[in-house]
């Protein structure tokens, strides 16, 4: 929330390089008066009802617009953050704001979802969607929709058409989809015209603060200074020398902009997760061939931290693990002719006990890997034994026909690759997620 404490920094305008003093002390002034996020009334064409938390976050979408701000609303998954910009879009509509288009940028796999949502929660608002060949021939229809959904593989490509007209709202989902502020995506949405601008992500960093830097040159452009001087004064210090100081009033500027709730804090009336941890041994050749891998790759990290240092070595130790990791989820993953010759599968054997004996209680299943190679080696085997089954990999061509299917329970179980699907879904029907082996980040 914005209180008059945290206003106060505002006031220093050498943080502020797109702004002038008078701009900054005015801006400060008029905050502070407003006294903070206030109420708002839902708006009429809104088809389902916002929980306390949401309308917060609303509330404060609509605060950040009335005062020509930017910021990131950063709800943990599964908080809505999709219902909560489609409200402030219909509010927008309702008032008469919304006299451009709004421009969505989102993952290619989030199309579909956003078009349901709105179809179900915001009927008022006119959809166009910029996915696929035909997309070329409607680029002109821009202007007569309310939310224009496009891709970020599409960003660079359609860039002269979509920078053709201006917009109302650009809102980039999964925000940090473009961390790599020299990317070609990135550079073409900050060349978009457009009054206010949103970004929605539930894993604001995943890897280093230059994430957080590229989000807010998009939103606040000046706000945290040039990437050069961001880096020796925010990352170096706090990423590298560990500076809690430094690291604490980093938070404190960013604080404002930044809207964040975790499901435990909001969402009290949730069942709380149930986490089982299955450990598997492994025996016979599958546990030799762990252990021939683990002795080549030991020899090979060492030799290349000793003639690199290990700074420069993190290519090497990386793909030690991976290969560990492919042994222990299934020795075919390993295009060795030694592997090939594995009969073992241990992780695998484990799963296929697991699998009937829950589809048989009633469980609706979401399995992730984010080995596809994986996905392909169980349904094989969920094909032997009879289990039905949808899939979602970067391959998939109609996303939307796997997602209904399992939410209409036309069957049990859901392979997900992590990278296709490890955001944007929203599974309801699940109640028991698998995950086969868990994704390096810990994001």
């Known amino acids: ?12 305008t050498s943080r502020w390089q797109f702004r002038g003093q008078d ?64 409200a402030h879009l219909l509010i927008e509509k309702e008032a008469g ?4 288009p709004a421009l969505v940028v989102l993952p290619t796999s989030l199309i579909f979802n956003w078009r349901n949502e709105a179809a179900r929660f915001a009927p008022g608002l006119s959809i166009l969607s910029l996915h696929g060949a035909e997309r070329k021939v409607r680029f002109d229809e821009i202007p007569n929709h309310d939310v224009v959904l496009t891709t970020y593989p599409l960003l660079w490509r359609d860039a002269a058409d979509l920078k053709r007209h201006s917009y109302h709202l650009l809102i980039l989902d999964e925000a940090q989809t473009v961390k790599n502020a020299r990317s070609q995506g990135a550079d073409v949405v900050r060349k978009i015209d457009a009054r206010h601008r949103l970004c929605l992500t539930g894993t604001p960093l995943e890897n280093h603060l230059g994430e957080l830097w590229s989000q807010f040159d998009f939103l606040l452009p000046g706000f945290l200074g040039t990437n050069a001087n961001f880096m020796r004064y925010w990352r170096v210090p706090i990423e590298k020398q560990g500076d809690h100081e430094r690291r604490s009033l980093l938070a404190r500027r960013v604080r404002p902009f930044v809207l964040r709730r975790r499901k435990e804090e909001v969402a009290r009336e949730l069942p709380e997760k149930t986490v089982i941890v299955r450990k598997v041994e492994l025996s016979g050749g599958q546990r030799d061939l762990y252990e021939a891998v683990r002795v080549a790759m030991d020899a090979m990290v060492r030799e290349e931290v000793v003639s690199k240092g ?7 130790i990386l793909d030690a693990l991976l290969k560990l990791r492919q042994v222990c989820c299934d020795p075919r993953l390993v295009r060795t002719p030694l592997a090939q010759r594995v009969k073992e599968r241990a992780k695998l054997d484990l799963l296929m006990t697991m699998l009937p004996e829950q589809v048989e209680e009633g469980r609706r299943i979401l399995l992730f890997s984010q080995f596809t190679r994986m996905l392909a080696l169980i349904e094989t085997e969920l094909k032997r034994v009879g289990l039905d089954y ?25 392979l997900i690759s992590l990278k296709a699907g490890g955001v ?20």
């Open 97 to 100: 704001r919304l006299d451009r």
């Open 23 to 86: 701009d900054v002390l005015a801006l400060a002034e008029r905050l502070v008066a407003a006294q903070g996020v206030g109420e708002i009334v839902p708006p009429a064409g809104l088809g389902l009802e916002l929980r306390g938390y949401q309308r917060e976050g609303v509330a404060w979408l609509q605060f950040l617009r009335e005062h020509n701000l930017s910021g990131i609303l950063a709800d943990d998954m599964g908080l809505g953050k999709t219902a909560q910009a489609l």
């Open 1 to 12: 929330r914005f209180d008059a404490p945290r206003l106060s920094e505002l006031t220093d």
């Open 424 to 443: 944007g879904l929203n599974l309801t029907a699940a109640d028991t997620v698998i995950h086969y082996d868990p994704w390096w980040n810990p994001a």
């Open 390 to 414: 949808v899939m979602l990999t970067g391959d998939t061509v109609d996303r939307e026909a796997p997602v209904q299917r399992f939410q209409a329970g036309e069957v049990p179980i859901f």
């Open 310 to 316: 290990f700074g420069r070595s993190q290519i090497v």
